[in-house]
């Protein structure tokens, strides 16, 4: 919060020694220095005379035939002449600017992210009813929205899915939409959920779409992540080999960084059950979603794109959702090319090197310290001022050593490079830049205060 101190005149003023002005000569009808303005024998501006609201008298106070200290007086819209007041030469040295920055509560408030959280429900998740990495994670991820509250968005969705039923159960979806201050319903829901009583799938193709969707529709204003938090051995909710739907989640992860708004993929990669296409999948899912280069993984026998499209085409077909050859069709592959099928994702010849934030261990601790790491780094080092009764406002950037920010009580320089900073595209704008950001985005850092004096604010 932002604001600044009225400034005052000078110490007590007096009337003038001996004030004169007849046996009833007044100082005007409400205009004097003195409790009761008259101009009388002593005429003094008395010893406990204030400017207030209605201001002061004139620069002696005296009386006379007309002698006033002016109707209404003077000072400012709403400025004081300091502790004590006066009804001397006192004025206030920035009425009309500082007078509205007295009385306005303005702040630099941060772009804030949206960050949906998708989990995998799946029986590869569960040791038994009570036990599993599914509850591990549940704790570790409660705990970081909790400790983010009111700096990240965040949504959650719950995924699995039951083969082989009429109507179809696949994918079965449960999800609180993104929100501000969000954990109640987050914890609401995620509490309630549980083992699934039936052989469990993982369809992250048809869930994607809907995570997407819900981020789009979001009215937040900052960037927008999904975390996925996954083992990488995704389905088509059947038993069909399981570079088939990790090609599939690639691409998806792909369009959706490359859509409007860009949607970004932060990875937390689970332990996977003897699954040796988990790594490659998960750097892949990763690179996907950070915009980077994927390649083709050469695992499980499958060291070619076209032999990937004769292992996958029919796939899913008769799991009651998407196949691999609807979703083959909707990226707008070709069927053949050449001799050849394609894989439906993009792969090139390097890989990026995108994080994927695997924990140790499925220990709580363990999952809380790299779910906290991920989405850490998506606070925003960005800060708007906020407009005052819609009066807008803007830095002084010929002011700005009478500034200051702190994180943690720390100061950080002002610095273009290394510190903060004011936009040069916006002086309403304030930016946290290279090492200021990254302690920013610190796990645990979660507090900075800025320090803008009335002097280094303008309200336009």
Known sequence: MLGCAGKGGGSPGAGGSKGSGGTTASGGATGSGSATGSGGATGSGGSSATGGATGSGGTTGSGGATGSGGTTGSGGASATGGATGSGGSSSVSDAGTDAVCQTANYTFAPKIPTVFVVVDQS???????????????????????????????????????????????????????????????????????GQ????????????????????????????????????????????????????????????????????????????????????????????????????????????????????????????????????????????????????IATYGTS???????????????????QISSAISGVKSCTFDLSDVGGKSIKVDTTMLAKASVKIEGNTIPQNATNGWSISATSSSELLLNGSACTTWQTPNNNDIAFAFPCSTIIFE
């Open 351 to 369: 890989a990026g090197t995108a994080k994927v934030y695997s924990p140790a261990s499925t220990s709580e601790t363990d999952l809380e310290n």
């Open 123 to 193: 029986g590869s998740e569960f040791t038994n009813a009570t036990t599993g990495t599914f509850f591990s994670l549940r704790t570790a991820v409660l705990s970081v929205i909790n400790s983010l509250q009111g700096q990240v968005r965040f949504g959650l969705g719950v995924f699995t899915g039951q083969a082989g039923q009429t109507p179809s159960k696949c994918p079965i979806w449960t999800t609180v939409s993104p929100a501000l201050n969000n954990y109640t319903a987050i914890n609401t829901l995620y509490a309630a959920q």
């Open 196 to 343: 699934p009583q039936f052989k469990a799938e993982t369809p992250a193709v048809q869930i994607l779409p809907l995570v997407q969707q819900a981020l789009m529709s979001d009215t937040g204003t900052g960037a927008k992540y999904i975390l996925f938090a996954t083992d990488s051995e995704t389905d088509f909710c059947d038993d069909s080999t399981a570079d088939c739907a990790a090609d599939g989640v690639t691409y998806l992860l792909q369009a959706m960084y490359s859509s409007t708004p860009s949607i970004g993929t932060l990875v937390i990669g689970l332990p996977a059950q003897g699954d040796n296409l988990a790594p490659a999948a998960l750097q892949n899912f990763a690179n996907a979603g950070a915009g980077q280069p994927v390649v083709f993984p050469t695992v499980n026998g499958i060291q070619t794109q076209s032999q990937l499209y004769y292992t996958c085409t029919g796939v899913g077909k008769n799991a009651g959702m998407d196949s691999w050859d609807n979703l083959y069709a909707a990226a707008g592959k070709s069927t053949m090319t050449g001799n050849s099928g394609v894989a």
